[in-house]
């Protein structure tokens, strides 16, 4: 059984910065995905960022250029630097690793709170 467990939301002002921490249960680098979702109350859950074991990384368009996903290796964690910071940004984030498309794991998610 994979964990995910997630670490590093809180309540910030707009304009600040979080970092996102998602420590696996096992080698990050057997997954072939692992990613950051975010779901607002009565919005569906949406990619914000996501690795792949080859290291390609992608973004929403709504974070390029705020949000950077990286990765340690050697911890088997998954961060998200989260810099200048809206209230639309305001959700739960959900980090979830995926394995040949076929088996996805979620983390218990972090909130992640943007005052204006």
């Known amino acids: 059984q994979v964990q995910l467990v997630e670490s590093g939301g809180g309540l910030v002002q707009a304009g600040g910065s979080l970092r996102l921490s998602c420590a696996a249960s096992?080698?990050?680098?057997?997954?072939?995905?692992m990613g950051w979702y975010r779901q607002a109350p009565g919005n569906q859950r949406e990619l914000v960022a996501a690795i792949t074991s080859g290291g390609s990384t992608n973004y929403a368009d709504s974070v390029k250029g705020r949000f950077t996903i990286s990765r340690d290796n050697a911890k088997n964690t998954v961060y998200l630097q989260m810099d200048s910071l809206k209230p639309e940004d305001t959700a739960g984030y959900y980090c979830?690793?995926?394995?040949?498309?076929?088996?996805?794991?979620w983390g218990q998610g972090t909130q992640v709170t943007v005052s204006s």
């Open positions: 096992r080698n990050i680098l057997t997954f072939t995905r």
């Open positions: 979830n690793a995926e394995l040949n498309v076929i088996y996805n794991y």
